[in-house]
Structure formats: structure tokens, C-alpha cells
């Protein structure tokens, strides 16, 4: 255990100077390199600003005007049918919309029912599972401006959906059903 925190520590230090070698031996002038990405990062950083505020208000809107608690309560019997234990539907739901919240769902469901628990490792599951679909084509299409994201949207709500199912069909096969 004591070599995995010294490799873990002395393996990012490692990575930068094997990079800036490698730039030196290219000719590359790695300092004016780098200075000129922390130009770029601090621009896409301010253009993307207005797609955040617009996507958390958003999130937002959709929580606090219980749509959110609409959806659970429609698709609560769905869900209780098919074994999905309905306490990680929100997680569901939301992972795709905001890593915070969902991250914040997950630590309350393991805080609740604990990590060892069906609901608590369903949560850890579909917490790794998952992307964050909406937050992802918001700030890199926005960064880049593409506007036409219907496509990658299907796809990435496919694949969410896809990590959702095998999140449950392996938490049930390695540790039983709720």
C-alpha cells in the first residue's frame, strides 16, 4: 500500500518532466507553449459560461418545478415491476443532467441505506456507469460551436440508458436483487 502512495505521487511529477524532455528534444519552446494553452483554456473558459448558466438554470427549473417528483411518481410501478428499486430512478434521471446532483443522490442513497447495501452499491454502479450527457454536449458543442448536437444527444441518452440497465442487471447478478 505504501508503494501505491509513492507511485501515485511520484508519477505526476514523472509525466511533466518526461514531457517537457520531449519537447525540449523536439525543439518545441515548451514554457511558451504552455503559457499560450493557459491562453486558450482561460478563452474557452469564458465562452463557455453562458452555456453553464443556461444549462443549471435549467436543472434547476426542472427540480424546483417538480417535474422531477412527476416523473418518479408516474414511472414508480414501472420500475417496482421490472425489480429497479425506486429509490435510485432519481440517480437515473438525473445523471444524465448534473454530475453534482447525481453525485449528491449517490452519497445520499450510500449515506442512507450504506455502500454495502443493494440500493448503495446500484448507486456507486450507476454513478461510474454513466455520463453526464447534457452537461458534456452543452460545454464542449458550445465550446466549439456546433449547435446541431440531435444526433450525439440520441446517442449519448442511448448510452446512458445502456449504463443504466447493465449497472442493474450486474449489481443484481453479483450481490442479489434488493
Do not use: H
Not at 483554456?41 to 427549473?61: C, D, E, K, N, R
Not at 422531477?68 to 408516474?74: A, E, H, R, T
Not at 442513497?109 to 454513478?127: E, K, N, T
Amino acid at each position: 500500500m505504501e508503494f501505491i502512495n509513492w507511485l501515485s505521487l511520484a508519477l505526476i511529477p514523472f509525466i511533466i518532466v518526461t514531457i517537457l524532455l520531449y519537447g525540449t528534444f523536439k525543439k518545441v519552446p515548451t514554457y511558451e507553449a504552455f503559457v499560450e494553452g493557459g491562453k486558450e483554456g482561460i478563452q474557452i473558459a469564458f465562452s463557455i459560461i453562458p452555456y453553464l448558466v443556461g444549462m443549471l438554470v435549467a436543472i434547476t427549473v426542472f427540480r424546483a418545478s417538480g417535474a422531477l417528483d412527476f416523473f418518479m411518481n408516474l414511472l414508480k410501478p414501472v420500475f417496482s415491476a421490472v425489480g429497479i428499486p425506486t429509490e435510485v430512478v432519481p440517480l437515473g434521471l438525473i445523471r444524465p443532467i448534473s454530475g453534482t446532483a447525481a453525485l449528491g443522490m449517490t452519497t445520499d442513497l450510500i449515506a442512507v441505506y450504506g455502500p454495502d447495501s443493494f440500493i448503495g452499491r446500484l448507486a456507486s454502479v450507476m454513478q461510474g456507469s454513466t455520463d453526464t450527457t447534457l452537461y458534456v454536449l452543452t460545454v464542449y458543442f458550445g465550446a466549439v460551436g456546433i449547435k446541431k448536437m440531435g444526433d450525439a444527444l440520441k446517442v449519448g441518452l442511448l448510452a446512458d440508458l445502456a449504463g443504466i440497465i447493465a449497472s442493474v442487471i450486474i449489481v443484481t447478478l453479483l450481490f442479489g436483487s434488493a
